[in-house]
T-cell receptor, first 112, second 114 residues
Framework: SQKIEQNSEALNIQEGKTATLTCNYT??????LQWYRQDPGRGPVFLLL?????KEKRKERLKVTFDTTLKQSLFHITASQPADSATYLC???????????FGSGTQLTVLP | SAVISQKPSRDICQRGTSLTIQCQVD?????MFWYRQQPGQSLTLIAT?????????ESGFVIDKFPISRPNLTFSTLTVSNMSPEDSSIYLC???????????FGPGTRLLVL
């Protein structure tokens, strides 16, 4: 069955450092991989989407890589700030379908 | 990006009753989805709400338990029927504006069943 694993339930880092979150998947050939941010009591907020034929995508302090051979995506937040503290979710979708399958999420805490 | 609202934002219901959750989008969208997020868990897709036809349900979810309406391109409802405490969860609607684009989520409806 399809499985999506995010590296850890919780990650604590110091302000100013780069946070790196991992998303691994099995039994899936996604056309798109997406990252979302979720704050307590709120719906997820879309951050970045990367296609299967793309290796890397950037948006401001965010960078996503996608390795379809390793079946892995890395999500980086550079120069992290306490305001970046949230749960980050990766999600996959196949070519024709827009339905998303979500990972369990990583709770990031950036310490001042 | 689309702006999505949900009603109610939260509710406490008795076992055996039903609750209808509304999802309103500020623009016409093709694809609308309903998700469930159980306490401490990630999101699980319940169904895709199709305008003008029956919803498409994911494995483990059935129409009798979660009937969905989609009367137009800006509105959908999800009903949680014959509720039990196991239905206590956050229910979220989302929209996709196009293939290869991210989804936009409503704020969620927090449901507690006693």
């Amino acid at each position: 069955s399809q499985k999506i694993e995010q590296n850890s339930e919780a990650l604590n880092i110091q302000e100013g450092k780069t946070a790196t979150l991992t998303c691994n998947y099995t039994n899936y050939s996604p056309a798109y991989l997406q990252w979302y941010r979720q704050d307590p009591g709120r719906g997820p907020v879309f951050l970045l989407l990367i296609r299967e034929n793309e290796k890397e995508k950037r948006k401001e302090r965010l960078k996503v890589t996608f390795d379809t051979t390793l079946k892995q995506s890395l999500f980086h937040i550079t120069a992290s700030q306490p305001a970046d503290s949230a749960t980050y979710l990766c999600a996959l979708s196949s070519g024709s379908a827009r339905q998303l399958t979500f990972g369990s999420g990583t709770q990031l805490t950036v310490l001042p | 990006s689309a702006v999505i609202s949900q009603k109610p934002s939260r509710d406490i219901c008795q076992r055996g009753t039903s609750l209808t959750i509304q999802c309103q989008v500020d623009s016409q969208v093709t694809m609308m989805f309903w998700y469930r997020q159980q306490p401490g868990q990630s999101l699980t897709l319940i169904a895709t709400a199709n305008q003008g036809s029956e919803a498409t349900y994911e494995s483990g979810f059935v129409i009798d338990k979660f009937p969905i309406s989609r009367p137009n391109l800006t509105f959908s409802t999800l009903t949680v029927s014959n509720m039990s405490p196991e239905d206590s969860s956050i229910y979220l609607c989302s929209v996709a504006e196009g293939q290869g684009l991210g989804q936009y989520f409503g704020p969620g409806t927090r449901l507690l069943v006693l």
